[in-house]
């Protein structure tokens, strides 16, 4: 297809396809590399042993066949070696079969009865898919016939019972008996004393002609170690630490270090964690005595206040537990990159680490500035993983003609700058960032040419700002007509909510390549199709498109989603999370890995707990001992066959070994027996239920290009079932089938510009299983939980993973009305969720989710409630310093015990915690701080609106105005908006100070005796305002620079010396007027 331009749009529905001065896209093409010895029946990779040798099955012969098959053979066929028919003997680490009573040179009870390690069906299934079976008409099993290619020049040709004077003498080999019926396994023969036909051999000639000890064995150990030297090569990845070709310890093995784990997890050390855990035990025990206390000693003359504070204290503590427990295995990761190096990538060889798909989504241009987003596909393009892995999709939902030309601007501007980043291997690489961190940027640089070039690069920047700028500054005001684009064509989205579906590639074709003439990621801009009368579902829906397109243009395994301010901070980030993924052992139940987020431009101080560190430096560690972190919108590497909506592999059980031990008649485990009966048919309706949702369905209508699919394993369901899931797109359905990646051979560029656009269409959706059990979750704003509790709730695990340098940075709101605002925006996701079907309360049971992560998730979408209990009990200070009263009755030594022992037990497990956290004082005190403002503002407001959006189907929101701006470094923090989310807070405050002024002058009216009673509510209300400090402070904002804290301490004490004034007037007495007798007799 010569689509000699650019853009291409169209609409699926409308059977528009447009061509905008675009070029044609070249063919995209999948190759798979198959390295190291093939099984001779199946067709699959021979494994390594843990002592890095390859496994033989028959020692006698050394015919190559991988363990599944020799499990098979031992356990289902004739037990004898298909080239030499020796029968195989038992190895270390197989279940013994009916025959191996007589061998006992090794002991092996933990795998002699293991008969399911490996399955029946994938046996067979891979056998059928993986080669090219066919058969003689003797009925002998060859390769040729079906593969020529797959013969392997080194097994010798096959005779049977006698030599053949034709065949050297070096070559001659036996073969097994003809088999009975089509089967590429035998099954077993009922006479277990079956011989098979007698050997001639010559006794002159070496044995090993025969089968017997090697054959040909001296060419295929030399074969064997030549390769073994090849992946024995240390890769010096770049960027890493320069050392010595020799090992320090010479009888390691250099294979050794790539075949280790790729990561492992480092507990937290029992001096921290232990007593943490015993602090817990002790909070919980003084928690329960707390309340028989509480309980049991009501205040009679302020019922009211009594029976509230209860009420709240008692939800707090649920909460409490709800957050403390799936805190209780932290754990840490450390990751080895140098090892991910040695394994897949070897030198001379073409690099062997999965491909990757990045997701960058943005909305509106206007909000979120152009050279952001420009930064962060910036840092993309030049991370540190293969060029030809890396594929990076921006998905723009507001299909603003400002977000194409300053990505058009950005590629080209990327020619320039990827070189420069990897030339001298820079942190971070986002243009912007690099050129204003205030570090020495010179350290450990010795290119004589850096310092020139980094010069002329930061002015190429600096002249790529201005077009950006400039760019914006166009866009402020659109020309009636609407935008044109330079060939004059009109702008396809110029109606926002009427648009067709757009599509262009900038970089990664038409030999587009940087000044220095490499090749460059794969750059595409994606907009979506909107029209009127559907639901679109915002950025989930956004981020399903991304899969769909990628899957039919790049089809990467993995994928990371970021948002537009989200950069690269880490140019081996992909690599962190590809030790997790690519890991053998491990990686294959990881349906994603998090990273945490860090942010630039926040204040020293953070006011308003922008950081976040408390959650992502201590919740998130918790989490990951348990099934791993929840999801959090950004910053994160998934697994692409985990948002397919599938189950996570399972492992094998052995069966259990109760009712062998015991006759059929025995009462003792006749009971288990007819409990496994039951307990097997569930498992089996189970599996059946689960292959239904993971088996490949047939694949009928597959247009014409599409080739590579394998129909054997495509036809074990109709394609109807296919298309509810997945949509109507035959070539997407074939990418599905492709569970390593890669874009099915043969593919055209015509048909993959006509999918891109169909799958992008705005009906695609309808009726399939999208935003319900695939992709990214619908129903919620915050679509990540949800997203991530379906994921646990299949099996998968999390990890998450926390890089010395920063894997990801992005900006904050840091002005108290955004923070507000975001802040409303999450708690009214979690409404959504609790008031829908996947509420984790009820949702899930009998799944993969693990209790603990439960508890997490009802953790996250039930804390808005505790808005309500906050409210009453921050109000309550003032309520009991304006009428005297207070919510505890007089305190006896038992009381004073029992409270002191509560906030000593507070105080040590939050120190506990900012140990084992690595989280510092300041931290721990600004999320207590934010957690009282915000609960008491944007979670009961984020509470009010779900239950109407919910319940009653009305959407409000809540207007932000700005009134007024500082200049200068951090103003924004500064600035100030109303909204209506300020009233709460600011009323808390005012009654508190309030019932503080009136306490302290009636203490003062009413004489000594009543300071006593005074302090417990004077703290009371004291921890109110506290806690409000960093509101007030934001909602006075600079003052002319004069410090809040004087305002506030002004105005207070103010108030208490006019009281104090007024009670001690000197210039009247203290007894009133004293009366004496003059001493005159006035009658």
């Given at each position: 297809?010569?689509?000699?331009?650019?853009?291409?749009?169209?609409?699926?529905?409308?059977?528009?396809?447009?061509?905008?001065?675009?070029?044609?896209?070249?063919?995209?093409?999948?190759?798979k590399?198959?390295?190291g010895?093939?099984?001779?029946?199946?067709?699959?990779?021979?494994?390594?042993?843990?002592?890095?040798?390859?496994?033989?099955?028959?020692?006698?012969?050394?015919?190559?066949?991988?363990?599944?098959?020799?499990?098979?053979?031992?356990?289902?066929?004739?037990?004898?070696?298909?080239?030499?028919?020796?029968?195989?003997?038992?190895?270390?680490?197989?279940?013994?079969?009916?025959?191996?009573?007589?061998?006992?040179?090794?002991?092996?009870?933990?795998?002699?009865?293991?008969?399911?390690?490996?399955?029946?069906?994938?046996?067979?299934?891979?056998?059928?898919?993986?080669?090219?079976?066919?058969?003689?008409?003797?009925?002998?099993?060859?390769?040729?016939?079906?593969?020529?290619?797959?013969?392997?020049s080194?097994?010798?040709?096959?005779t049977?019972?006698?030599?053949?004077?034709t065949?050297?003498?070096?070559?001659?080999?036996?073969?097994i008996?003809?088999?009975?019926?089509?089967?590429?396994?035998?099954?077993?023969?009922s006479?277990?004393?079956?011989?098979?036909?007698?050997?001639p051999?010559?006794?002159?000639?070496?044995?090993?002609?025969?089968?017997?000890?090697?054959?040909a064995?001296?060419e295929?150990m030399e074969?064997?170690?030549?390769?073994?030297?090849?992946?024995?090569?240390?890769?010096?990845?770049?960027g890493?630490k320069?050392?010595?070709?020799?090992?320090?310890?010479?009888?390691?093995?250099?294979?050794?270090e790539?075949?280790?784990?790729?990561?492992?997890?480092?507990?937290?050390?029992?001096?921290?964690?232990?007593?943490?855990?015993?602090?817990?035990?002790?909070?919980?025990?003084i928690?329960?005595?707390?309340?028989?206390?509480?309980?049991?000693?009501?205040?009679?003359?302020?019922?009211?206040?009594?029976?509230?504070?209860i009420?709240?204290?008692?939800?707090?503590?649920?909460?409490?537990?709800?957050?403390?427990?799936?805190?209780w295995?932290?754990?840490?990761?450390?990751?080895?990159?140098?090892?991910?190096?040695?394994?897949?990538?070897?030198?001379?060889?073409?690099?062997?680490?999965?491909?990757?798909?990045?997701?960058?989504?943005?909305?509106?241009p206007?909000?979120?500035?152009?050279?952001?987003?420009?930064?962060?596909?910036?840092?993309?393009?030049?991370?540190?993983?293969?060029?030809?892995?890396?594929?990076?999709?921006?998905?723009?939902?507001?299909?603003?003609?400002?977000?194409?030309?300053?990505?058009?601007?950005t590629?080209?501007?990327?020619?320039?700058?990827v070189?420069?980043?990897?030339?001298?291997?820079?942190e971070p690489?986002?243009?912007?960032?690099?050129?204003?961190?205030?570090?020495?940027?010179?350290?450990?640089?010795?290119?004589?040419?850096?310092?020139?070039?980094?010069?002329a690069?930061?002015?190429?920047?600096?002249?790529?700002?201005?077009?950006?700028?400039?760019?914006?500054?166009?866009?402020?005001?659109?020309?009636?007509?609407?935008?044109?684009?330079?060939?004059?064509?009109?702008?396809?989205?110029?109606?926002?909510?009427?648009?067709?579906?757009?599509?262009?590639?900038f970089?990664?074709?038409?030999?587009?390549?940087?000044?220095?003439?490499?090749?460059?990621?794969?750059?595409?801009y994606?907009?979506?199709?909107?029209r009127?009368?559907?639901?679109?579902h915002?950025?989930?829906?956004?981020?399903?498109?991304?899969?769909?397109?990628?899957?039919?243009?790049?089809?990467a395994?993995?994928l990371?989603?970021?948002?537009?301010?989200?950069y690269?901070?880490?140019?081996?980030?992909?690599?962190?999370?590809?030790?997790?993924?690519?890991?053998?052992?491990?990686?294959?139940?990881?349906?994603?890995?998090?990273?945490?987020?860090?942010?630039?431009?926040?204040?020293?101080?953070?006011?308003?707990?922008?950081?976040?560190?408390?959650?992502?430096?201590?919740?998130?560690k918790?989490?990951?001992g348990?099934?791993?972190?929840?999801?959090?919108?950004?910053?994160?590497?998934?697994r692409?066959?985990?948002?397919?909506?599938?189950?996570?592999p399972?492992?094998?059980?052995?069966?259990?070994?109760?009712?062998?031990?015991?006759?059929?008649?025995?009462?003792c485990?006749?009971?288990?027996?007819?409990?496994?009966?039951?307990?097997k048919?569930?498992?089996?309706?189970?599996?059946?239920?689960?292959?239904?949702?993971?088996?490949?369905?047939?694949?009928?209508?597959?247009?014409?290009?599409?080739?590579?699919?394998?129909?054997?394993?495509?036809?074990?369901?109709?394609?109807?079932?296919?298309?509810?899931?997945?949509?109507?797109?035959?070539?997407?359905?074939?990418?599905?089938?492709?569970?390593?990646?890669?874009?099915?051979?043969?593919?055209?560029?015509?048909?993959?510009?006509?999918?891109?656009?169909?799958?992008?269409?705005?009906?695609?959706?309808?009726k399939?299983?999208?935003?319900?059990?695939?992709?990214?979750?619908?129903?919620?704003?915050?679509?990540?939980?949800?997203?991530?509790?379906?994921?646990?709730?299949?099996?998968?695990?999390?990890?998450?993973?926390?890089?010395?340098?920063?894997a990801?940075?992005?900006?904050?709101?840091?002005?108290?009305?955004?923070r507000?605002?975001?802040?409303?925006?999450w708690?009214l996701?979690?409404?959504?969720?609790?008031l829908?079907?996947?509420?984790?309360?009820w949702?899930?049971?009998?799944?993969?989710?693990?209790?603990?992560?439960?508890?997490?998730?009802i953790?996250?979408?039930?804390?808005?409630?505790?808005?309500?209990?906050?409210?009453?009990?921050?109000?309550?200070?003032a309520?009991?310093?304006?009428?005297?009263?207070?919510?505890?009755?007089?305190?006896?030594?038992?009381?004073?015990?029992?409270?002191?022992?509560?906030?000593?037990?507070?105080?040590?497990?939050?120190?506990?915690e900012?140990q084992?956290?690595?989280?510092?004082?300041?931290?721990?005190?600004?999320?207590?701080?934010?957690w009282?403002?915000?609960?008491?503002?944007?979670?009961?407001?984020?509470?009010?609106?779900?239950?109407?959006?919910?319940?009653?189907?009305?959407?409000?929101?809540?207007?932000?105005?700005?009134?007024?701006?500082?200049?200068?470094?951090?103003?924004?923090?500064y600035l100030?908006?109303?909204?209506?989310?300020?009233?709460?807070?600011?009323?808390?405050?005012?009654i508190?100070?309030?019932g503080?002024?009136?306490?302290?002058?009636?203490?003062?009216?009413?004489g000594?005796?009543?300071?006593?009673?005074?302090?417990?509510?004077?703290?009371?209300a004291?921890?109110?305002i506290?806690?409000?400090?960093?509101?007030?402070?934001?909602?006075?904002?600079?003052?002319?620079?004069?410090?809040?804290?004087?305002?506030?301490?002004?105005?207070?004490?103010?108030?208490?010396?006019?009281?104090?004034?007024?009670?001690?007037?000197?210039?009247?007495?203290?007894?009133?007027?004293?009366?004496?007798?003059c001493?005159?007799?006035?009658?």
């Amino acid at each position: 297809m010569d689509t000699k331009g650019r853009l291409v749009a169209g609409s699926h529905n409308r059977n528009e396809f447009v061509v905008i001065n675009a070029d044609d896209i070249g063919r995209v093409t999948s190759v798979k590399e198959l390295t190291g010895q093939i099984c001779q029946i199946c067709g699959d990779e021979i494994e390594f042993s843990v002592d890095g040798e390859p496994f033989v099955a028959c020692n006698e012969c050394a015919f190559p066949i991988c363990r599944p098959c020799y499990e098979y053979e031992r356990r289902e066929g004739n037990q004898a070696c298909p080239q030499c028919k020796t029968r195989y003997k038992r190895i270390k680490g197989s279940p013994r079969v009916d025959g191996d009573e007589d061998e006992d040179e090794f002991d092996d009870l933990e795998h002699e009865f293991d008969y399911n390690e490996y399955e029946q069906q994938h046996i067979a299934g891979a056998a059928l898919s993986s080669r090219g079976i066919g058969r003689t008409a003797s009925g002998i099993t060859t390769h040729s016939e079906m593969d020529p290619s797959g013969v392997n020049s080194e097994i010798p040709l096959l005779t049977y019972g006698q030599e053949d004077d034709t065949i050297s003498a070096d070559k001659h080999a036996l073969i097994i008996p003809p088999f009975r019926g089509k089967r590429v396994h035998p099954m077993p023969s009922s006479d277990s004393s079956m011989t098979f036909p007698p050997r001639p051999m010559d006794p002159k000639k070496d044995l090993a002609v025969y089968g017997y000890g090697t054959v040909a064995w001296k060419e295929r150990m030399e074969e064997w170690k030549r390769k073994q030297n090849e992946k024995l090569q240390v890769v010096k990845h770049q960027g890493g630490k320069g050392g010595g070709d020799e090992l320090d310890d010479a009888d390691l093995p250099k294979m050794d270090e790539g075949r280790q784990p790729l990561s492992r997890k480092i507990p937290i050390p029992s001096s921290k964690i232990s007593p943490y855990r015993i602090v817990i035990l002790l909070r919980m025990a003084i928690l329960g005595l707390f309340f028989h206390y509480r309980i049991r000693h009501p205040v009679n003359d302020a019922y009211g206040l009594w029976l509230t504070s209860i009420i709240c204290e008692i939800w707090f503590a649920i909460s409490w537990i709800f957050d403390q427990f799936p805190k209780w295995f932290p754990i840490k990761r450390e990751t080895y990159l140098d090892r991910l190096s040695l394994r897949y990538e070897k030198e001379g060889k073409p690099s062997e680490l999965a491909p990757i798909d990045i997701f960058v989504s943005t909305v509106d241009p206007l909000k979120e500035p152009p050279l952001i987003t420009a930064n962060t596909v910036l840092s993309i393009l030049a991370v540190d993983y293969p060029i030809d892995k890396v594929a990076c999709y921006v998905s723009d939902d507001g299909a603003a003609m400002l977000t194409f030309e300053a990505l058009s601007e950005t590629s080209e501007f990327a020619r320039k700058w990827v070189p420069f980043c990897k030339k001298f291997k820079i942190e971070p690489r986002a243009p912007e960032w690099y050129f204003a961190q205030k570090v020495d940027y010179l350290r450990d640089k010795v290119e004589p040419t850096f310092v020139r070039e980094r010069r002329a690069m930061k002015r190429e920047y600096e002249e790529f700002k201005v077009r950006i700028n400039a760019l914006v500054a166009m866009a402020q005001k659109v020309p009636e007509e609407g935008w044109t684009m330079q060939d004059g064509t009109p702008w396809p989205g110029n109606n926002v909510r009427d648009h067709p579906g757009m599509i262009q590639v900038f970089l990664g074709q038409n030999g587009v390549r940087d000044i220095e003439g490499n090749e460059l990621p794969r750059l595409i801009y994606v907009s979506r199709e909107k029209r009127p009368g559907y639901e679109h579902h915002k950025k989930a829906g956004a981020m399903n498109s991304l899969i769909r397109v990628s899957a039919v243009i790049s089809n990467a395994p993995y994928l990371l989603n970021v948002d537009c301010d989200h950069y690269i901070n880490n140019s081996k980030a992909l690599r962190e999370a590809m030790c997790f993924m690519m890991d053998p052992q491990a990686g294959k139940k990881i349906c994603y890995v998090q990273f945490p987020q860090r942010f630039d431009g926040i204040d020293r101080h953070d006011r308003y707990s922008n950081r976040n560190v408390v959650f992502f430096d201590i919740n998130m560690k918790g989490l990951d001992g348990i099934q791993g972190p929840i999801y959090v919108g950004t910053g994160c590497v998934f697994r692409r066959q985990a948002l397919y909506g599938y189950d996570a592999p399972k492992k094998a059980k052995p069966p259990g070994k109760t009712c062998n031990c015991w006759p059929k008649w025995c009462c003792c485990c006749f009971g288990s027996r007819k409990k496994t009966k039951k307990g097997k048919s569930k498992d089996n309706k189970k599996k059946t239920k689960n292959r239904e949702a993971t088996q490949i369905h047939a694949l009928e209508n597959i247009e014409e290009g599409i080739e590579g699919v394998d129909s054997e394993k495509s036809a074990l369901m109709p394609q109807v079932k296919f298309e509810k899931k997945f949509g109507q797109s035959p070539v997407f359905i074939a990418s599905v089938l492709l569970e390593n990646g890669g874009v099915p051979a043969g593919a055209t560029s015509a048909s993959l510009l006509k999918e891109a656009i169909h799958v992008i269409s705005c009906g695609y959706e309808d009726k399939t299983e999208w935003g319900k059990e695939v992709g990214w979750i619908y129903g919620s704003v915050t679509e990540d939980i949800l997203t991530g509790f379906k994921m646990h709730c299949h099996g998968w695990r999390s990890v998450y993973c926390m890089p010395k340098r920063p894997a990801f940075k992005g900006s904050a709101p840091i002005n108290l009305s955004d923070r507000l605002h975001q802040v409303l925006r999450w708690a009214l996701g979690s409404v959504e969720i609790l008031l829908s079907r996947h509420c984790p309360i009820w949702y899930g049971y009998g799944c993969g989710l693990k209790p603990l992560e439960r508890f997490s998730y009802i953790n996250s979408v039930v804390y808005p409630l505790t808005s309500l209990p906050l409210l009453a009990y921050c109000a309550l200070p003032a309520v009991c310093l304006l009428t005297g009263k207070f919510i505890v009755p007089e305190i006896s030594n038992y009381a004073s015990i029992i409270f002191m022992g509560m906030f000593i037990s507070i105080a040590v497990t939050s120190v506990l915690e900012m140990q084992w956290g690595g989280v510092g004082i300041d931290d721990l005190w600004r999320n207590e701080q934010f957690w009282v403002i915000g609960g008491v503002s944007s979670h009961f407001f984020a509470l009010i609106q779900g239950l109407l959006k919910v319940l009653a189907g009305v959407n409000t929101n809540f207007t932000v105005t700005s009134k007024a701006a500082d200049d200068g470094e951090f103003s924004d923090l500064y600035l100030f908006k109303w909204t209506s989310l300020l009233i709460p807070p600011m009323t808390l405050m005012i009654i508190n100070i309030i019932g503080v002024v009136v306490g302290v002058s009636d203490a003062i009216n009413n004489g000594y005796e009543s300071w006593g009673p005074l302090f417990g509510r004077l703290f009371f209300a004291l921890w109110v305002i506290v806690h409000l400090y960093p509101f007030l402070k934001g909602f006075m904002g600079r003052q002319d620079r004069l410090p809040t804290i004087i305002v506030v301490w002004s105005i207070l004490l103010a108030s208490i010396f006019s009281l104090l004034w007024v009670r001690i007037n000197p210039f009247l007495s203290r007894d009133g007027i004293v009366l004496e007798v003059c001493g005159l007799d006035c009658n």
